[in-house]
């Protein structure tokens, strides 16, 4: 086992090697800065640690020192954090690297990371608006790679969300299933006052800008983003109260398509309705990007299918590409050839009243 974890440590790919670099520079430099700080009566609020508002987002120094919004994902003061998170990170990041690119990673860290802290930053103005108590503002900092793990989480849910993890072989669930437990364990955490509200706040955000910059902004094979049902925002709720989330969510992107904030779906004309939690709309003139979109579907199902039949249930496995999976050669046996034929039934389309074509059992 320590053997097998050794020769992963030894294999990681470039961006990984880069970014666990700088979380443990950042790091050092914080224990450095913590050991040689000259003021003895300036720590933190909730946890007694000392402030390091060269490192760490406290947030009423961090609108002046804007580069804290992005060193404080790479900052741990507390070692058994630093252990546990990072060894985390390294391993979520070599896959998420080997699925997505060096490229596309470093950009979504990058993204995640900002919006995480920005996101926490604005709800401790508001605390600290409604309450003018200097402490949440003043005297509070937050910082780790909390908000980049939970961006992972999500993005694992849109790759794997069949796959199934079982810890300690007493229970085990869905990866589609994992944003919503890590979500609510940190909600439960912060009310038990085990952790910061701010520590909350940058779990939550770092959630939510990971799941729109995946549903709207990432382009894998020529389609940007992933529409599908499987991926709504309702998907990360329990199914009791999806009647009251997809208007809500329905309602929020339609208007952010009017302010120009989120493209619009593939197919849908400006003025068009569009459903945010099925991704189904209205077709016309644009069966070329139709078509992509099914195919890419398809490819997403047969990869959930694959995942499935696999008999290991610990860890997540390697992903493989949509392309390999559409370059399978016809002569496989018959159990292929039944297992590509599920995801094709998956996409059907049908013609509605105007002539125009809508997807039909989207997910997956």
Same mark, same amino acid.
């Given at each position: 086992m320590s053997s097998s974890?050794?020769?992963? /440590?030894? $294999?990681?790919?470039? !961006?990984?090697?880069? *970014? !666990? @670099?700088?979380?443990?520079?950042?790091?050092?430099?914080? /224990?450095?800065?913590?050991?040689?700080?000259?003021?003895? %009566?300036?720590? %933190? =609020?909730?946890?007694?640690? #000392?402030l390091l508002p060269l490192l760490a987002m406290v947030p009423g120094s961090s609108i002046y020192l804007v580069w804290t919004f992005?060193?404080?994902?790479? *900052?741990?003061?507390?070692? *058994?954090?630093? *252990?546990?998170? @990072?060894? !985390?990170?390294?391993?979520?990041?070599?896959?998420? =690297?080997?699925?997505?690119?060096?490229?596309?990673? /470093? #950009?979504?860290?990058?993204?995640? $990371?900002?919006? !995480? &802290?920005? @996101? +926490?930053?604005?709800?401790?103005?508001?605390?600290?608006?409604?309450?003018? =108590?200097? +402490? &949440?503002?003043?005297e509070t900092q937050v910082c780790g790679l909390g908000g980049i793990l939970c961006a992972f989480v999500v993005a694992y849910k849109q790759m794997v969300p069949e796959h199934t993890i079982t810890f300690m072989q007493f229970f085990s669930f869905r990866v589609k299933h994992l944003p919503s437990v890590v979500i609510l364990g940190h909600l439960i955490m912060c009310l038990l006052r085990l952790e910061g509200h701010l520590q909350f706040w940058v779990a939550l955000y770092g959630s939510l800008s990971a799941w729109v910059y995946i549903r709207f902004y990432k382009v894998q094979d020529g389609i940007r983003g992933d529409r599908s049902e499987t991926f709504s925002l309702s998907s990360f709720f329990p199914e009791i109260i999806h009647p009251i989330i997809k208007p809500i969510s329905n309602s929020t992107f339609n208007l952010m398509v009017r302010l120009k904030l989120c493209p619009p779906l593939v197919g849908t004309a400006s003025g068009g309705y569009t459903d945010l939690e099925t991704g189904k709309s209205r077709v016309s003139g644009n069966s070329g990007n139709a078509t992509a979109e099914a195919e890419r579907r398809r490819a997403l199902a047969l990869r959930a299918l694959d995942e499935r039949s696999k008999d290991r249930s610990n860890g997540i496995p390697a992903i493989p590409t949509p392309t390999s999976l559409q370059q399978t050669p016809a002569s496989q046996s018959s159990g292929s050839s039944s297992a590509a034929a599920a995801p094709a039934a998956i996409m059907m389309e049908e013609v509605d009243d105007d002539g125009g074509k809508k997807e039909v059992g989207a997910e997956l």
């Open positions: 974890i050794q020769a992963q /440590l030894r $294999n990681l790919p470039p !961006a990984t090697r880069i *970014l !666990a @670099g700088t979380f443990i520079g950042i790091s050092a430099l914080g /224990l450095l800065l913590s050991i040689f700080s000259s003021s003895s %009566d300036d720590s %933190d =609020e909730q946890t007694g640690l #000392k992005m060193t404080a994902g790479f *900052l741990e003061t507390s070692l *058994l954090p630093f *252990l546990i998170d @990072g060894f !985390a990170f390294i391993m979520m990041s070599r896959y998420m =690297e080997h699925a997505w690119g060096m490229r596309e990673f /470093l #950009k979504f860290v990058a993204i995640v $990371n900002v919006s !995480a &802290y920005f @996101g +926490a930053w604005v709800m401790a103005l508001i605390e600290y608006a409604g309450t003018l =108590e200097p +402490a &949440y503002f003043f």
